[in-house]
Structure formats: structure tokens, C-alpha cells
């Protein structure tokens, strides 16, 4: 009993200790991004002598912010949108068709979550590259390939809790499979949508690697991309780039805030049952 009382009054004290860990790095990128750079050096864990703000305009302007968050945008929100279509789809053809077949693809798309990309990196730049699809076009037909394995993972397990007496149901009374899928089965799988929705944008928008191999052209680049404008060869600009971060991530933890609600019940339903 009384090592149940221990464990019990330390939890608390474990989760307050983890909760402090994960903001750490948030503080200190907040606080020196209203710091001189010379400050940033000399006082990197304390709060500012004196609050700069001229840090954000200048970062907004260096980065070209409302272009290339214009093409993070178009990225993120076009391969968001067609991995949630086709991999709910894919997932519901997977889980309601029992066969051999479907059953090898189920496991051929779980295999592929275990590929590194590193080793399909330059193949696939340079199948690309021979097409002419080295632009943002290519470069999320690309997310599109990548991020669908884990989804259609999460949706498969998800539509095991439907079942299939609501297809019958709704064949009955004469509905398409089409039908089926829009109306009956795709609105129950909200948490789901969610949670493969905020995984793949918080990914794709924070992305270097790829979009560093396909669309690294003035005019085209994404806000990581183009943060490296603060770091050359001889000058590190971190009090830009660290105001420059701050106004990265905003976008996407108001998304995560305002659908954060549905996330544990879909990991829940996609990776449990």
C-alpha cells in the first residue's frame, strides 16, 4: 500500500519534470529571438536585458515570408488533403475485401514504413528528374507515397470497429459503395481523419530533406528551405532565424491546438484495435 501512495505522489512530480524538458527548448528559442545577437552569446539562458522586437520584420522580410509560406501552404495542404482521401479509401477496400490479395497489400504497405528514405533518396530524385517532375507538383506526389503507409495503417485498424452489417444496411437501401464510404463509414473515422491529418502536416511542413532535393529553386522553396538564408559560410544570423522559427511554427500549433481533442482516440483506434 504504501509503495502504491510512493508511486502515486511521484507521478505528479515525473510529469511536471517531463513537461519542463519539452518546453525548455521553446523558452529558449522564444527568449533569444528577442535578444540582440550579441546577447544570444553572452546571456543564452536568461531573459533579455532589453526586449528587441525588430527581429520579427526583419526576419519576416528576409525570408520572403508571404511567398514561401505560400508554398509551404499549397505543399502541406495538397498532400494532407489527397493522403486522407486515398488512404481512407485504400484502407476501406483493404478492410472490407477479405482475400489473399488484399491481405499481402495490407502488409506490403505496413513493410514500407520501415523503409528509410535515405536509401530511395537518389533513385527516386533521379526517376524524377527524367520526367521532369522536379517541382511542387512532383513534390507531393512524393508525400503522397510516403505518408500513405502509416495512414492507411491507422484507417485499417480504425474501420475493424465498424461493422459490416452498416454496408449491408445501407446496400439495402440502395446505396453505392461510393455512397457507403461518404456518408456512413468516412464520418466515423473523424478522431482517425485527425490524427493522420495532424501527423502528416506536422511533417511535411517542417520537412528540409525532400523538398531540399526537388524544389530548392528561388520562387519555390518553403520556409525551411529558406531559413538557411541565416546561415552562410562566414555569418550566423540566429537572432533571425530564431524570430524567423517562431513564426514557422505558429501555424501549425494552431492546428494542433484546435484539433487536439481527436488525436489520442485516433492513435487509440488506428495502432489498438
Known amino acids: 500500500m504504501e509503495r502504491k501512495l510512493k508511486k502515486f ?3 505528479p512530480i515525473i510529469g511536471w519534470i517531463l513537461a519542463i524538458a519539452w518546453m525548455f527548448p521553446f523558452y529558449l528559442m522564444i527568449v533569444n529571438s ?3 545577437k550579441k546577447e544570444i552569446f553572452t546571456n543564452t539562458l536568461g531573459t533579455p536585458e532589453n526586449l528587441t522586437f525588430e527581429n520579427y520584420p526583419n526576419a519576416y522580410e528576409s525570408l520572403d515570408f508571404a511567398k514561401t509560406f505560400f508554398n509551404s501552404l499549397v505543399i502541406t495542404v495538397c498532400s494532407v488533403v489527397l493522403i486522407v482521401v486515398l488512404s481512407s479509401l485504400a484502407a476501406y477496400a483493404l478492410q472490407r475485401v477479405k482475400s489473399k490479395l488484399s491481405g499481402v497489400l495490407f502488409m506490403l504497405f505496413v513493410a514500407a514504413m520501415l523503409i528509410p528514405f535515405q536509401s530511395v533518396m537518389i533513385p527516386l530524385v533521379t526517376i524524377f528528374g527524367k520526367i521532369d517532375q522536379l517541382n511542387m507538383g512532383g513534390l507531393i506526389f512524393m508525400y503522397i507515397g510516403f505518408g500513405s503507409s502509416m495512414s492507411i495503417f491507422l484507417y485499417h485498424g480504425s474501420m475493424k470497429s465498424i461493422p459490416k452489417s452498416l454496408d ?5 437501401d440502395g446505396a453505392s459503395r461510393w455512397q457507403i464510404f461518404r456518408y456512413v463509414i468516412f464520418p466515423m473515422l473523424k478522431p482517425t481523419t485527425v490524427t493522420v491529418a495532424l501527423l502528416n502536416t506536422m511533417w511535411i511542413w517542417n520537412d528540409y530533406l525532400l523538398p531540399s532535393l526537388v524544389v530548392n529553386k528561388e520562387g519555390s522553396q518553403t520556409i525551411p528551405l529558406k531559413m538557411f538564408f541565416f546561415f552562410g ?4 544570423q540566429w537572432h533571425l532565424a530564431l524570430a524567423g522559427l517562431v513564426i514557422a511554427i505558429i501555424p501549425v500549433i494552431i492546428f494542433y491546438f484546435f484539433m487536439q481533442k481527436q488525436i489520442i482516440a485516433g492513435v487509440s483506434d488506428g495502432a489498438v484495435k
Open 9 to 11: 505522489k511521484l507521478s
Open 34 to 36: 528577442l535578444k540582440t
Open 168 to 172: 449491408e444496411a445501407a446496400i439495402i
Open 233 to 236: 559560410e562566414y555569418t550566423k
